[in-house]
């Protein structure tokens, strides 16, 4: 089974995670997904010890369902970079995991971040650290990872 950990609507789905879902169902697989967004916005205030740039509270929600599924679970499909950090979960599960990203989500988050706060214009070290991060767990934590662009390619 591939266990999906995705940010991406459910209703409607989103066009990506259908078509995913529908190859992996095509070609044999069983597939259960997940949106792992929390919409309680005090527990939400926690996504802040990451700046943002992870989802703090979905990160103990994902242990919860990969506990669920752990026996027939074999790859984890994590969606976004603000759900990386669970492919360290899924490694201690001894489980493939594959990481897909769209954007430089790090450069985004950090030009967000930076326009609502000005300060961290000059905290530019942040992004850097994030950066640092994201290669080093998607290396060491992610058997593939899944990029749409050459600029993406090569980031990696």
């Known amino acids: 089974m591939i266990l999906i950990l995705t940010p991406y609507s459910f209703n409607p789905l989103h066009p990506r995670l259908e078509y995913i879902e529908k190859y992996l169902i095509k070609n044999g697989y069983k597939v259960k997904k997940y949106n792992l967004r929390c919409d309680n916005r005090i527990i939400n205030k926690l996504n802040w010890l990451s700046l943002t740039f992870f989802q703090v509270p979905s990160f103990f929600t994902s242990i919860k369902y990969l506990w669920r599924h752990r026996k027939e679970t074999t790859i984890v499909y994590i969606q976004d970079l603000q759900y990386l950090p669970m492919a360290?979960?899924?490694?201690?599960?001894?489980?493939?995991?594959?990481?897909?990203?769209?954007?430089?989500?790090?450069?985004?988050?950090?030009y967000h971040?930076?326009?609502?706060?000005?300060?961290?214009?000059?905290?530019?070290f942040i992004k850097k650290v994030v950066i640092f991060l994201e290669k080093k767990i998607s290396r060491y934590f992610c058997n593939e990872i899944i990029v749409n662009s050459k600029a993406l390619l090569e980031y990696f």
């Not at 490694?91 to 988050?109: C, G, P």
Request: charged content about 25%; glycine content about 0%; overall charge positive.
């Open 88 to 110: 360290i979960i899924a490694k201690l599960f001894r489980k493939k995991v594959i990481y897909d990203t769209l954007d430089n989500n790090v450069e985004l988050n950090f």
């Open 113 to 124: 971040l930076s326009n609502r706060f000005t300060i961290f214009h000059k905290f530019t």
